[in-house]
């Protein structure tokens, strides 16, 4: 399985973006997938995660409210609508899948399946 992330770029605070990551092959429609991010200096963090189906998300509390995930499984993709950004949000943004994460939705050690990463970069 191949996850290919983008829509990463260059935005002013209170600006929006969408990223995508599509995956190559079928049976990821029926896995939860996820983004995390990992800021210069820091650790990878958590921040919003989809079952199969879209009907259950998961967010961390830093993005609730701002950023909506959502997937179209016809097409295997998953996307982050990111809204309101903040310098803060400044990372690179790794999508990820896993059919069970049976470590937490949160832990990024319950995702086999990686992408390449994007540049978000937000300025003041």
């Known amino acids: 399985v191949q996850l290919q992330a983008s829509g990463g770029g260059l935005v002013q605070a209170g600006g929006s973006l969408r990223l995508s990551c599509a995956a190559s092959e079928r049976t990821v429609s029926d896995y939860y997938m996820g983004w995390f991010r990992q800021a210069p200096g820091k650790e990878r963090e958590f921040v919003a995660t989809?079952?199969?189906?879209?009907?259950?998300?998961f967010y961390a509390d830093s993005v609730k409210g701002r950023f909506i995930i959502s997937r179209d499984n016809a097409k295997i993709t998953v996307y982050l609508q990111m809204n309101n950004l903040k310098p803060e949000d400044t990372a690179v943004y790794y999508c990820?899948?896993?059919?069970?994460?049976?470590?937490?939705?949160?832990?990024?050690?319950?995702?086999?399946?990686w992408g390449q990463g994007t540049l978000v970069t937000v300025s003041s």
């Open positions: 989809i079952n199969w189906s879209g009907r259950s998300t």
């Open positions: 990820a899948a896993d059919r069970y994460i049976s470590g937490g939705y949160y832990n990024s050690r319950s995702y086999v399946y």
